[in-house]
């Protein structure tokens, strides 16, 4: 079974950075896209940003340009980091890999790791 564990939250004041990582396990394929998401209390999930074994990345309109997102394609790792943080990106952030090769011929779709805190502080 595919699990994807993140890593690397906190609680940091406005202006600050974290970087998040998130490790993929449960497969000897390489995962074509991976990325991160996020949700607030009382808000939907939103999209932050997602990347390509190629490393062609797609961006959330509220975080482009104060996060990176970047991956190992060889550990089937992707990082996010953040830096500029705002009180507003305070939520719990997801990794998520829409496409997951399990074998040559069998796929897991849409999987989601357990999830990690940002607190931004003002």
């Known amino acids: 079974q595919v699990q994807l564990v993140e890593s690397g939250g906190g609680l940091v004041q406005a202006g600050g950075s974290l970087r998040l990582s998130c490790k993929a396990s449960?497969?000897?394929?390489?995962?074509?896209?991976m990325g991160w998401y996020r949700q607030a209390p009382g808000k939907q999930r939103e999209l932050v940003a997602t990347?390509?074994?190629?490393?062609?990345?797609n961006y959330g309109d509220s975080v482009k340009g104060r996060f990176t997102i970047s991956r190992d394609n060889a550990k089937n790792t992707v990082y996010l980091q953040m830096d500029s943080l705002k009180p507003e990106d305070t939520a719990v952030y997801y990794c998520n890999a829409p496409s997951v090769p399990t074998n040559w011929r069998t796929y897991e779709l849409d999987v989601w790791g357990q999830g990690t805190q940002v607190t931004v502080s003002s």
């Open positions: 990347i390509t074994t190629s490393g062609s990345t």
């Open positions: 449960g497969t000897a394929f390489s995962i074509n896209t």
